[in-house]
């Protein structure tokens, strides 16, 4: 019943965009806080961004700065994260998750539910 479905990942050169999207379906968007998270080969899931449930605000890991933009459309139970200028390093798999919080947190512990991810390559 709880489920959360990634989909825009892809191939893209350098310096190219994508716009991911996580929908959500088996309760309600609205009272959870929701993350991005990206896993890259031989590294650890680390936190990308995250909307706030609380007031919508929104935070972004440095190396995403300036680049990405999380945006969330409540009506529709969806969670947008615009990715532009995109390097290979981004390349990943791609996670959104929800926590059942007021504020954003970038620990994986915190998040309950997951998506199944969306691959992401930046290549030339």
């Known amino acids: 019943q709880l489920q959360l479905v990634e989909s825009g990942g892809g191939l893209v050169q350098p310096g190219g965009s994508l716009r991911l999207s996580c929908a959500a379906s088996g309760f309600n968007f609205n009272y959870y806080t929701i993350g991005w998270f990206r896993q890259a080969p031989g590294k650890g899931r680390e936190g990308v961004s995250c909307?706030?449930?609380?007031?919508?605000?929104?935070y972004y890991a440095d190396s995403v700065k300036g680049r990405f933009t999380i945006s969330r459309d409540n009506a529709k139970n969806t969670v947008y994260l615009q990715m532009n200028s995109l390097k290979p390093e981004d390349t990943a798999v791609y996670y959104c998750a929800a926590a059942w919080r007021t504020m954003c947190v970038f620990a994986a512990t915190e998040y309950n539910n997951w998506g199944q991810g969306t691959q992401v390559t930046i290549s030339s």
């Open positions: 909307i706030s449930r609380s007031d919508g605000s929104t």
